[in-house]
């Protein structure tokens, strides 16, 4: 089956033989003898070439890709017009340093973010090459601007693994067992999460609760308001377990912010770009950040990240922060291209996909065992595996056991958190193609 949406191709998976394949095999042994360990692969998929929601592999089996490259590939993979950007590009200028000389495009790419980031007024704009970088970047221009060294974050949190990032990353002890110390002054609290919530309340009271947590306890103990800079979060957890907070968090935090001078830093590495039906995760829920961390689906696979704030907030002079690669002409190009089609078309068509499947998967926890709970936004989606929906004990066994079936029936998915999987599937995804994948993990979870 073919159809075409934005000018990507688009179809399902078929699956040639047993997996992996004799020649995914071959280079998995090769890799186990290279290549870091530390990498986590849920299971032998070997990629060769992808095409809108499909990812072939090296023995030509075609998968229906539900991770996108952990939420990367948003115009799906090889977009066509992502494709000639780069490759337009490529043959013109590859690298000069936007750190130290001047490129057309990143001012043009900086001019756009500046007037899609949520709220208003003048805004600049920083460019590394990943999440963890534009992570680093806000945490550091937090500090710079406040003159405070002290932040508030969450567990279950992902910010990426470099020693400033990894220092606000609470997801899983692995993460930053052995790595010690990591930069101090980074205060963790649990995430307003009305399914899970340790703030033992009804859906909403949780934020408040959580305001609690922060205003009549960190800081009347630990935590000197007047040294906090920033609080740090991501408006919809992703590695955390795809974890939707309410509204009501936003408001209480943008209260303690404003209350105590401290910024309030938004991490959209994962929920931005589109990928929840909106170009940020933040939109759903009317706030807005001081500083907004961006990468992953910004640039459809191009290594990219972006951190932007106010003019005012932003002000520190040249060589306080920089990046060799960060910007690359390369990058950019598909960034422009990328966005174009996301306001074109894909965001669109996230929230309308996206809402397509809430439709049916809304009905699992009362329709499976193992489905404690359904929640996402747009085209970001998590599914929590329990052994009982009552006692909502966890069960991560449920949820690996699903992923392989997965893969086995064609379908990537990945999991998040300790036990949920996540559905991040590229946001060219067809109904067609959201019924398969539904459809496969059902059969799955039949099993
Ligand atoms: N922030 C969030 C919310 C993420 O999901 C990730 C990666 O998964 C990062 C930061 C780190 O991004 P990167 O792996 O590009 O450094």
Redesign the pocket.
Known sequence: MKTELGGARVELPAIGGPLPGPKARAIIERDGKAVSPSYTRSYPLVAKRGDGAIVEDVDGNRFLDFSAG?AVVSTGHCHPRVVEAIQRQAAELIHMSGTDFFYENMVTLAEKLAALAPGGGERRVFFGN???EA?EAAIKLARYHTGRDQFIAFTGA????TMG?LSFTGSKPVQRRGFGPLVPGVHHIPYAYCYRCVYGKEPETCAVECAKVIEEQLLKTILPAEDTAAIVL?PVQ??GGYIVPPRKFFDELRRIADRFGMLLVF?E??SGMGRTGKMWAAEHFGAVPDILAV??GIASGMPLGATVASADIMRWPPGAHASTFGGNPVSVAAALVTIELLEQELIANAARVGEHMMNRLRGWPGKYRVVGDVRGLGLMIGIEFVNDRETRERNPEARDRLVQRCFERGVLVLGAGPNSVRLSPPLTLTRDQADFAMDTIEEALGD
């Open positions: 952990i990943s999440g963890a992570v992902f910010h990426g693994r990032a991501e992703g590695e991490d590495v994962q990468a992953k």
